[in-house]
């Protein structure tokens, strides 16, 4: 990445008469003739010369860039290209493509409707406005949101062309086909003409000859196209030469340039926080956390709940004040990022936010400070490892829509959990007094422990993590669209999509809200809408899961019905992996909201369950609220925290061998919890069991036995698979050895 900060400023980088040369033949030549222009690309064909001797960069000779096809790879070499290749790289972004200049932001968006415009259009829908690299068509071709710019004549004369709006150095177009699961369209070879007027237009040249740049022979995959010469201007058009033959004149398109910089042409500072803003493989990752704990060592600690597929470890961020511990009464809050290793936008935020909250509390900000106290925080930034660098190894233009999306098994973990929605409804269509189905911690199913069961290692470590720790709340943080999604997230009858709320939906629309409503990208009234749904207009930019589309098997219904964890998914930004240069701006459109979104754990009623005789707490306690038919439970300390909204309501708490006891809890404005405790006095059937059995323990009750036994299986088999895929990956060690010699 180096290079690439180099090349962006390259006119300071070379001397001054350089750059006074290349900047003042540029100003002249807006409204030159072409032939002026080529004496341009001359000047900067030598300026890159000297800048070779400073920053070991080249042009590439070849005017395209043909694709390569992915190696197949058995688990274990892809354990060695994963960790050990992590471990002995010397540089975050070795494995990245160079591709020299960043992209002017097609893909992102940051390139606006306006700057964009054809030579002609299919169609309103398949307009030079969709012609934006991995942009996303609905299930229906034809409507005002598709795939990608389609002209409407096929010949050698169209044209996309984009309005870089000031001098810029172009270097590479990357080219995609139209997205569409009905149709079959990409362009295979095109042209490239440079301008800086739009009146007056330059072909891109290889040598003597006009270049023609290899394009798709597929519908998803980004092929990158470099200029052999690096050319100036405000204008570029892609000029298709040939196209699938039983489809029409379609692409998605990037383009890359470096803006040269000039007395009109100030770059504002997006964020003062200064934090390392890039992306950071599973090497630098690490690196990263561990920093962030030697600077805070007394408020964080690094631990791991597992391995992914190929033996990378799933590590966790904690911030507390006693890090290590669960203190009574203290909540529990997580975020998980990078369920999909494709999405990086979390990752980055949660590495971001680790070394925010370390700074900030070393400086004594009282909301940091309030927050460290108070909280007993969990950051998993890369739930999906293996994923990620699958899409890294590609780069954030050409890892496409999918790459790096799934697990290194092809699992999408996104539905990888039970489905537990389904097993509660169906008992209660079957049972004859509902109320007595239960609505909270339900067992995992039978089938789910089986040894062969397709569960991610990735996801059961997750599932562990869960039972250790009695979170609250949590967000999954998701990317490749802007709005925030609540449970469930499962429709009723298998319905496509259907409005399903749960029994807490009014406080699940409030911390959706909460989200969303303090997001710089979301909250803007002008922002365009990502692909195809209009989320802002229709939603307020929060949706029920299930009237979305229907996912069985989320982690947020999973929280909700097996854990006490409430649980939103939030889908953070358009572009799935962003340039580099963009992570600032991520950061400050979600800054607040990662801090105001934790700071709603507070809200609703807190407690303590106790034994009236021996005051010692009451784990496993259940906690009902009237007319909520959802409870909690309390950990093993006998504290437990119960979200909700202001309000007074009716709370009781019971445990096994205990009587009853009803209280009223009155829920303030404020995000602090109500205190609301109870003590509990045993049965006289539990008096005499005890009197009989000489104090022996009261047993669990049914449905908790059930789901400690099934959490157990499940842990047993994951044990099982983890030692036979270590000693297939210790059996194949010499295998690899001999390959390399």
């Keep these: ?12 980088a070379i001397g001054a008469q350089v750059t006074s040369n290349l900047l003042s033949n540029e100003i002249k030549s807006m409204n030159k003739t072409e032939g002026m222009q080529r004496n341009v690309n001359a000047s900067l064909t030598n300026a890159f010369i000297d800048l070779n001797e400073i920053s070991d960069f080249k042009t590439t ?27 002995s790289s010397g540089d975050a972004g070795a494995t990245l493509p160079d591709l020299t200049c960043p992209p002017l932001g097609l893909k992102s968006l940051r390139v606006k409707d306006s700057q964009l415009s054809a030579s002609s259009s299919e169609r309103v829908g398949l307009g030079p406005h969709r012609g934006r690299l991995n942009i996303q068509s609905g299930l229906e071709d034809g409507d005002q949101y598709d795939g990608a710019w389609c002209a409407s004549v096929k010949d050698k004369n169209q044209w996309l062309q984009v309005d870089a709006l000031r ?123 561990k920093e962030v704990h ?17 033996g990378l470890k799933l590590y966790v961020m904690e911030i507390s004040d006693n890090p290590g511990k669960h203190e009574l009464g203290e909540p529990e809050f997580r975020y998980v990022a990078g369920m999909h290793g494709n999405e990086v936008v979390g990752r980055e935020l949660v590495l971001n936010l680790m070394q925010y909250m370390c700074r900030e509390y070393k400086k004594n900000n009282e909301r940091i400070v309030r927050l460290v106290k108070l909280t007993r925080i969990h950051l998993l930034p890369s739930m999906n490892p293996d994923g990620y660098e699958i899409a890294y190894e590609k780069g954030s233009e050409l890892a496409g829509w999918a790459e790096g999306r799934y697990s290194y098994e092809y699992i999408d973990m996104n539905h990888n959990f039970a489905d537990l929605n389904n097993i509660m409804w169906d008992e209660k269509e079957l049972a004859v007094d509902k109320s007595k189905v239960s609505n909270h911690y339900i067992p995992l199913p039978e089938y789910y422990t089986w040894e062969n069961a397709t569960v991610a290692p990735e996801t059961r470590a997750v599932i562990s993590w869960m039972q250790a720790i009695p979170f609250v709340l949590s967000a999954n943080l998701h990317g490749g669209e802007l709005v925030v999604t609540y449970p469930y997230d499962c429709t009723r009858d298998w319905v496509p999509k259907e409005n399903t709320p749960t029994p807490d939906n009014d406080f699940f629309r409030w911390l959706a809200t909460v989200y969303a409503s303090s997001n710089r990208a979301m909250a803007d009234p002008d922002r365009r809408i990502c692909h195809y749904e209009d989320f802002q207009t229709h939603h307020n930019n929060i949706i029920n899961g299930a009237d979305w589309h229907t996912l069985p098997g989320s982690m947020n219904d999973f929280s909700y019905l097996h854990t006490n964890c409430f649980e939103v998914t939030v889908e953070l930004s358009c572009d799935k992996f962003p340039h580099q240069s963009e992570l600032p701006e991520e950061w400050e459109n979600n800054k607040e909201s990662l801090l105001v979104y934790m700071e709603q754990v507070h809200r609703g009623i807190k407690g303590l369950v106790r034994d009236r005789e021996t005051k010692t707490g009451i784990s496993d306690a259940v906690i009902k609220v009237r007319d909520l038919d959802h409870d909690v439970r309390s950990a093993a300390s006998g504290d437990f925290w119960r979200l909700l909204n202001p309000g007074e309501y009716v709370v009781t708490a019971w445990a096994e061998g205990y009587l009853p006891a009803t209280r009223k809890c009155q829920v303030g404005l404020e995000a602090r919890p109500t205190l609301c405790s109870f003590v509990l006095a045993k049965t006289p059937q539990q008096r005499a069991l005890e009197a009989r059995t000489k104090g022996r323990k009261t047993a669990k009750d049914l449905q908790l036995r059930l789901r400690d036994e099934q959490v157990r299986k499940l842990r047993a088999t994951t044990k099982l698979l983890n030692q036979r895929r270590m000693r297939q990956q210790m059996s194949s060690q010499p295998i690899r050895a001999q390959r390399k010699r």
């Design 167 to 289: 001098p810029t150095l172009f270097t590479a177009v990357i080219l995609q086909g139209r997205n569409s699961i009905w149709s079959y369209n990409w362009v295979e070879s095109y042209k490239v003409q440079i301008s800086n007027d739009s009146e007056t237009w330059t072909p891109c040249m290889n040598g003597s000859v006009e270049a023609v740049f290899k394009g798709n022979n597929d519908l998803e995959t980004p092929v990158l196209g470099r200029l052999p010469v690096p050319m100036v201007g405000q204008f570029l058009r892609i000029n298709p030469q040939s196209w699938y033959t039983n489809g029409s004149v379609c692409l998605r398109a990037e383009v890359l340039g470096c803006p040269l910089p000039g007395p009109y042409w100030r770059e504002a500072e997006v964020t003062t926080d200064r934090l390392d803003f890039r992306h950071h493989n599973y090497k630098e990752m690490r690196k990263l956390m």
């Design 294 to 310: 030697d600077q805070c060592p007394d408020i964080t600690r690094i631990y791991t709940i597992g391995k992914s597929y190929t």
């Design 1 to 12: 990445m180096a290079r690439l900060a180099l090349l962006v400023w390259f006119p300071l």
């Design 61 to 87: 000779p070849a005017p395209v860039l043909n694709n390569t096809k992915t190696e197949t790879r058995t688990p274990q070499e892809q354990d060695k290209t994963s960790e050990d290749k992590a471990k």
